[in-house]
């Protein structure tokens, strides 16, 4: 993580280009460096390249899923990488979605469309403090899978192919 008197580095995933760009306008007026990248695969490549202090990604993309980032973020031999904080952005109306991101191991979850004063506030609450990497996750997702029957099927879809 960078000091407070240099610029933070946020990755911003998502298969939308319009998302991406109205990120990177926020994060820029907080005088952050953004990449930006349209998938999971890009994310890996750009992460190992060059870890950035933070990562955002949408949930549901084609390649590689926000579950499926995480997972290959959280299984890295490398602690510059496997302890970066993740924000999962989403447009499912999922109640269980926090708890589905954080027994992945991601940080936390924001529901499209997203708030420019909260998204700001929480990207800089993450980079400036001591908050978790990752939400403790002690609710247990449970069915054959280790899935909740409540979650729905798309939701339900992006969990089956993250854990293959």
């Not at 952050?32 to 890996?44: K, N, P, S």
């Not at 926000?66 to 993740?86: C, H, K, M, T, Y």
């Amino acid at each position: 993580m960078q000091d407070s008197k240099s610029n933070y580095r946020v990755l911003v995933a998502d298969d939308i280009r319009s998302a991406r760009e109205v990120l990177r306008s926020w994060l820029s007026e907080l005088k952050m460096e953004v990449t930006l990248v349209m998938d999971g695969r890009c994310a890996i490549e750009s992460i190992n390249e060059t870890p950035p202090d933070l990562i955002i990604t949408d949930i549901e993309m084609p390649r590689m899923s926000g579950l499926e980032l995480i997972n290959a973020i959280r299984g890295s031999d490398d602690p510059l990488i496997n302890q970066l904080p993740v924000v999962v952005v989403t447009s499912l109306l999922d109640k269980e979605i926090g708890d589905v991101v954080g027994h992945f191991g991601g940080t936390t979850a924001m529901i499209k469309p997203l708030d420019k004063l909260t998204t700001q506030t929480l990207v800089r609450g993450i980079l400036s403090s001591n908050m978790p990497t990752k939400i403790d996750d002690n609710k247990e997702l449970t069915d054959t899978m280790g899935i909740s029957s409540a979650i729905s099927p798309t939701l339900r879809r992006l969990m089956r192919k993250a854990q293959k």
